[in-house]
C-alpha cells in the first residue's frame, strides 16, 4: 500500500514561491495504481508565477496524456515520452510569452511511483532540475535503518527550456520511505532527525512532524515536500485524506505568544519564592550537622588514629623498596652485596617477612601496571577495530542505496572509500582473517555489480602454447579461422580454430626483440618489436623479413603501431606524436606529422583507428582524436574501472571500444561516447597479454597465461 502527504510551510515575506501536486489534487485518477507527484519552488516574481501556473496545469494532465497512450508501452516509457513532450510544450509556452527560465534559481522535480507485482516492489522514476532534495529511508540487511540522498548531476550547459533531461530510476521495498523537499529544509532539520521521523511513523505522520518542525522556525522561508511510504501491499493503494495547505504566519505566532505571556510572568514570580525556603531548609540541615560532628569528635579522631597505623604497615615495604632503589641508582648496592648475607642473617623475622613482602607486593605491583597497559593497548584496538567495522557497514548501505539507483558514479566512488578502509582492517587473529574474508567477498560482489562486471568462472580454453614452446606466447592475430601467435623469441604458431590444431609455421628466423603489437594490412602482418624495430610475415609465403621504417626524428619511442586506409600511423611517446606513413614497396616512408597542437602523450601504450584515434594512456585515461585534434570524450577512469589497461582495440564497423585490462583479468567494453556497457572478468586470466574481437562471431579471443581461451559475446544481444 502506498501512502502519500505534503507538506508546505510559507512566510508571507518569503523571496521563494512553491507548488506540491500529488495524486488528490488531480481531480481525474482512473488509475489508482500509477502515482504522479511534483515539487515546484522558483523565486518570486510575476513571471514565474505564470510559469509555475503553467507547469502545474500541463503535470495534471499526465493521466489523460497516458489514457491515450497505448497499454503495450512501459510505465517508464510513458512517462519518458510525457517529460519529452512537456519540454516542448514548455519551449512554445517560454517563447510565446517572451520568458526566460532561471535554471540556476528554479527548483522543480516530477516523478511517478507505481507498485510492481512481479518483483514485490515499487518502481520510482522521476526528473529534476535545481535543489529539490530526494531521500531514501531504508532498513539494512541488518534490520537498522539508513537514509540515502538519491542525487544525479545535471548538465548545466544543457537546452534551459528542456528542464527535466535526465531521468532517476529505482526501486523501494516495503517500509522505505521517500522525501522530496527543498534544499532548505535540511538547513533547518538533520538527515538523522529524517530519519528518526520516518522509520516508524506513515506518510501523514512524517509530513506532519516536519511541519511542526519547520513551524517554530522564526525565518522568512518557504518550505515544501512531499513524504512517501511504502508499507505491505494488499493489491490496492490508498491515499490518505488531503491535509489542508497550510500557509501559517509569523505575526500570528507572535499574537499567540503575547496571550500567554501573563502565564508567563506568574510562573516567574512563583519560582522566584521557593529558592527563599530552599535555602533556609538546608542552612538549619547544616546547623544539625553541626551540632552532630561536635557529639562524635572523639570517635573519629579514634578512627583516624587507627587508620594511620594500617597505612603505616602497609606502606613501610613500598618505602623499603625505594631504599633499594635509591642504593642501585648510586652504585652502593654493589658494596652492599658484599654485606648482603650477613645483612639479611642480622635482621628480626619480622622484618625478614616485611622485606620479602616488599619484594613480593613489588613484583605484583609492576606485573599489574603491565597487565593494565596492555588491556588498555587492547581495548584501543578493539575500539578502532570497531570503528572501522562500523565506517565499513555505513559504507556498504550508502553503496547498496547508490546501486538500488543505478548511479554508477557515485557507486565507485563509494567502493574506493570501502578500498582504502578494508585496507586498514587487521588481520593478526583467525577470526579478523575471516571476518576480512567475508567483508571482501560481500564487497566483491557489490563491487561486480556497480561496475558491470561480468564474471565468467570457467571460460572455454582452446590452445595451451606451454604444451609447443617453453617461450611465452605475447601477441596474437586472427585471419579466416587461423589465429597467428608469436613467442618472446620470435616463433610463430597457428591454430586452426576448425580442429583446434597448433602447428609452428617454417620461417626465416630473425634476431629481433621481442614483439609489442602485431597488425594486420591487406597482405600482411606487420609487427612491432622492442627498440622500435618492425618486421613484416607475408601470409601468400610465410617469409618474415624486417621491413624499414623511417622517421622524421633521430630518436623515437614507439609504444603503438595501427594500419588504417592502407597507411601505417605510429604512437611516438618521446616526441609526443603521431605519424602517418605511406608504404614504400616492401618498406614504409618517412612519416608526416598527424597530431596538431600540444598533446602529452608520455603515458600512452596503445591506440585503436576508425576514422578517429582513441588513444589509451597507462592509468586509463583515453583521448579522442579526430585529423590531429583532441575531441570531448566522456569516459574518466578517475574511480578505477581499468587497473592495469594495456591494449585498446576498435574499427570503423564497431560500436564500441574494447580494452584489455591486464590488472583487472578482465576486458572492458565502453561505446564511443565514452559509458560503460559490460566488463568480462575471470579468475583464469592470470598474465593477459593479449586478445582478438570477432563481433561477427560474437566471440573474443583471449590470451592469458599462454593459453587461448574464448568467450562469448553478450552485449550485442541487447
Not at 183 to 210: G, R
Not at 462 to 486: M, V
Not at 540 to 568: C, G, M, T, W
Not at 665 to 690: A, E, H
Request: proline share 2%.
Amino acid at each position: 500500500m502506498l501512502k502519500i502527504e505534503k507538506f508546505l510551510i510559507a512566510h508571507p515575506d518569503a523571496k521563494d514561491i512553491c507548488d506540491v501536486i500529488i495524486p488528490k489534487d488531480i481531480i481525474i485518477d482512473p488509475d489508482p495504481k500509477i502515482k504522479i507527484f511534483a515539487v515546484l519552488k522558483c523565486e518570486k516574481t510575476q513571471k514565474n508565477r505564470e510559469t509555475l501556473d503553467f507547469l502545474t496545469q500541463e503535470i495534471k494532465k499526465y493521466y489523460d496524456y497516458r489514457k491515450e497512450r497505448t497499454t503495450r508501452l512501459k510505465e517508464e516509457n510513458i512517462f519518458e515520452n510525457f517529460l519529452y513532450n512537456f519540454n516542448i510544450e514548455l519551449q512554445q509556452f517560454l517563447r510565446k510569452n517572451r520568458l526566460l527560465l532561471n535554471t540556476k534559481k528554479t527548483n522543480f522535480l516530477i516523478g511517478i511511483i507505481y507498485f510492481d507485482k512481479i518483483n514485490e516492489k515499487y518502481n520510482l522514476y522521476f526528473a529534476q532540475i535545481g535543489n529539490i532534495a530526494p531521500l531514501l529511508i531504508y532498513k539494512t540487511k541488518d534490520n537498522e535503518y539508513n537514509i540515502a540522498r538519491i542525487q544525479e548531476a545535471v548538465d548545466e550547459n544543457s537546452d534551459s527550456a528542456k528542464i527535466f533531461s535526465n531521468m532517476i530510476s529505482g526501486q523501494t521495498k516495503e517500509n522505505n520511505s521517500i522525501i522530496f523537499c527543498a534544499e532548505n529544509t535540511l538547513d533547518y532539520i538533520s538527515l538523522d532527525k529524517i530519519m528518526n521521523i520516518a522509520k516508524n511513523s506513515n506518510a501523514n505522520n512524517i509530513a506532519l512532524e516536519i511541519k511542526n518542525l519547520l513551524m517554530e522556525i522564526d525565518e522568512k522561508e518557504i518550505f515544501c515536500g512531499i513524504a512517501i511510504k511504502t508499507e505491505k501491499n494488499n493489491e490496492t493503494f490508498s491515499i490518505i485524506p488531503e491535509t489542508n495547505r497550510i500557509e501559517e504566519k509569523i505575526s500570528e505566532e507572535k499574537e499567540e505568544k503575547e496571550e500567554e505571556s501573563p502565564k508567563i510572568i506568574k510562573e516567574e514570580t512563583a519560582s522566584k519564592e521557593t529558592p527563599r525556603e530552599e535555602k533556609y531548609e538546608v542552612r538549619e540541615a547544616k546547623n544539625d550537622f553541626t551540632v552532630l560532628s561536635e557529639a562524635k569528635k572523639e570517635e573519629i579522631i579514634n578512627k583516624k588514629q587507627t587508620f594511620s597505623k594500617i597505612f603505616s604497615i602497609i606502606t613501610l615495604p613500598i618505602v623499603k623498596l625505594f631504599s633499594v632503589i635509591k642504593f642501585v641508582a648510586t652504585g652502593k648496592i654493589f658494596i652492599k652485596l658484599f654485606k648482603l648475607p650477613k645483612y639479611l642473617k642480622s635482621l628480626s623475622t619480622f622484618r625478614k617477612l616485611l622485606l620479602i613482602a616488599a619484594i613480593i607486593f613489588a613484583v605484583l605491583f609492576a606485573q599489574n601496571t603491565i597487565n593494565i597497559k596492555q588491556k588498555n593497548v587492547t581495548k584501543e584496538k578493539e575500539q578502532e577495530y570497531q570503528e572501522l567495522l562500523s565506517q565499513i557497514e555505513s559504507k556498504k548501505n550508502d553503496l547498496e542505496a547508490s546501486l538500488m539507483f543505478n548511479s554508477q558514479s557515485k557507486s565507485t566512488a563509494i567502493l574506493l572509500t570501502l578500498e582504502n578502509l578494508i585496507k586498514q582492517l587487521p588481520q593478526e587473529s583467525e577470526k579478523e582473517k575471516e571476518k576480512l574474508s567475508k567483508i571482501e567477498q560481500e564487497i566483491k560482489k557489490m563491487e561486480f555489480e556497480a561496475k558491470l562486471i561480468f564474471e565468467i568462472t570457467d571460460p572455454e580454453k582452446i590452445a595451451d602454447y606451454s604444451k609447443l614452446n617453453k617461450k611465452l606466447t605475447t601477441k596474437i592475430i586472427k585471419e579466416g579461422n587461423i589465429i597467428y601467435s608469436i613467442t618472446e623469441d620470435n616463433d610463430i604458431f597457428q591454430l586452426n580454430l576448425q580442429n583446434k590444431s597448433v602447428e609452428k609455421i617454417d620461417c626465416q628466423q630473425l634476431s629481433l626483440p621481442i614483439a609489442k603489437s602485431i597488425i594486420k594490412t591487406d597482405e600482411n602482418f606487420i609487427i612491432l618489436h622492442q627498440k622500435n624495430s618492425f618486421s613484416k610475415l607475408q601470409k601468400r609465403d610465410n617469409k618474415f623479413h624486417p621491413i624499414d621504417v623511417k622517421f622524421l626524428q633521430s630518436a623515437v619511442d614507439i609504444s603503438s603501431v595501427e594500419a588504417y586506409n592502407n597507411k601505417l600511423y605510429t604512437l611516438d611517446i618521446l616526441n609526443n606524436q603521431i605519424q602517418k606513413h605511406t608504404p614504400v614497396g616492401d618498406n614504409f616512408s618517412t612519416g608526416k606529422e598527424w597530431l596538431k597542437g600540444s598533446i602529452d602523450l608520455n603515458n600512452a601504450v596503445s591506440m585503436a583507428i576508425d576514422g578517429s584515434i582513441f588513444v589509451l594512456n597507462s592509468d586509463g585515461d583515453i583521448f579522442k582524436l579526430f585529423k590531429g585534434e583532441k575531441q570531448n570524450f566522456a569516459f574518466s577512469n578517475a574511480n578505477k574501472i581499468l587497473t592495469d589497461p594495456k591494449k585498446i582495440w576498435t574499427d570503423s564497423s564497431s560500436l564500441y571500444l574494447y580494452i584489455l585490462d591486464a590488472g583487472g583479468k578482465k576486458i572492458t567494453v565502453i561505446d564511443k561516447d565514452g559509458k560503460l556497457i559490460i566488463q568480462y572478468y575471470s579468475d583464469k586470466f592470470n598474465n593477459l597479454n593479449d586478445f582478438i574481437i570477432d563481433e561477427k562471431e560474437k566471440k573474443i579471443y583471449a590470451l592469458a597465461d599462454n593459453k587461448m581461451f574464448i568467450i562469448k559475446i553478450t552485449h550485442l544481444n541487447n
